[in-house]
């Protein structure tokens, strides 16, 4: 039925037209309902060192929720500015907690997370790793996650995520009834984010990466700001057109925002921030994307980008994640792109 619907479809409106990047990114910021938030309220809540790290958790107000929490990790005896990087959680079906699935506070991760990294982030904290590489990261909570949660009546963390799954669709549909989107309103928070952190004077050039949910928070981030230098998007890219029939249900509500296939296809967004860097990382074994999908998706990026150098493409034979030698894959080339 749903590939009837889709001939149906494509025979009555255009679906993922070619629109120029500068273009494409207007309509889809309007399309997708991104919200103009500030991190307004900075404080600094406690302050920490771990060996040769010196964090900091902050905590904000973007005008509606619970305040967000972040972590503000650097090199403990760094002198001058920092490149900085917005480090971005994935989604994971792990809504209980959010910066603390990449990075480490001053307390132990939990049993959870520590679950969650072995499976998909090589066991580590990648922003106290990337930190330690000479970087300001800041990793935040966003919408519905950590300290962004809902208060759904469960404090034990794997029934909240149990719950928090169920209540994924009720909060789409309350953004779509507002105007905006699940995916708007993430991308909102995390460009209030990054412009906290780039309003730092110990920080300089500002990238972001992120890994599957957090890929997909990524490469908005790049698509809506420009400002944004360096991104790398991990284990989430695919064209919409090949992930019918199989794989629409395996994602969140936040990759289907309303009204995006008549302005291009996801790979479109997340080449309009062409000729700016761009990393992309595929994850051959993954079983949340087509293979096709991913191919189709290289080449799409790659002819937007066309010859000007500033994407680079990284084909891993790995399963659904963001491993060590992936993150150090990409640390050193966020390095290339921000320091100095």
Not at 151 to 158: A, K, Q, S
Not at 257 to 280: F, N
Not at 311 to 337: I, N
Request: charged share 25%; aromatic share 8%; proline share 6%.
């Amino acid at each position: 039925m749903f590939a009837e619907l889709a001939g149906v479809v494509a025979a009555q409106r255009e679906l993922y037209p070619v629109l120029p990047g500068p273009e494409l990114r207007v309509a889809a910021r309007e399309a997708i309902g991104v919200l103009d938030l500030v991190a307004s309220g900075v404080r600094v809540e406690r302050t920490w060192t771990d060996g040769d790290l010196y964090g900091e958790e902050l905590s904000w107000s973007v005008g509606f929720g619970p305040r967000t929490h972040a972590y503000l990790l650097r090199p403990r005896d760094a002198a001058g500015p920092l490149p900085g990087v917005v480090a971005l959680h994935c989604h994971a079906g792990m809504k209980f907690v959010g910066k603390e699935k990449i990075a480490d506070g001053p307390e132990e991760p939990s049993q959870e997370v520590r679950r969650l990294r072995e499976e998909i982030y090589g066991g580590r904290a990648f922003a106290n790793a990337l930190a330690r590489r000479g970087f300001a990261v800041l990793a935040h909570d966003v919408f519905v996650w950590g300290s962004r949660r809902f208060p759904l009546g469960v404090e034990e963390p794997d029934s909240y995520d149990a719950a928090a799954r169920d209540h994924e669709h009720i909060v789409a549909k309350h953004c779509a009834a507002l105007g905006t989107s699940f995916a708007g309103v993430v991308a909102g928070e995390d460009l209030a984010a990054a412009a906290y952190l780039r309003s730092r004077p110990d920080v300089g050039a500002v990238g972001c990466a992120g890994l599957s949910g957090g890929g997909l928070r990524a490469a908005l981030l790049g698509a809506f700001d420009p400002r944004v230098e360096a991104v790398v998007v991990a284990a989430m890219a695919s064209s919409f057109r090949d992930m019918l029939g199989g794989h629409v249900e395996k994602h969140t509500w936040m990759l289907w925002p309303p009204g995006l296939p008549r302005l291009g296809d996801y790979p479109d967004l997340i080449a309009a921030r062409a000729p700016q860097p761009l990393m992309v990382q595929y994850a051959l074994r993954d079983a949340l994307f087509p293979e096709e999908g991913m191919r189709r998706a290289h080449a799409m990026i790659g002819e937007r980008y066309g010859a000007t150098g500033g994407y680079e493409a990284v084909f891993a034979d790995v399963p659904h994640s963001f491993d060590v030698p992936m993150q150090e894959r990409a640390f050193d080339w966020l390095g290339g792109h921000l320091k100095g």
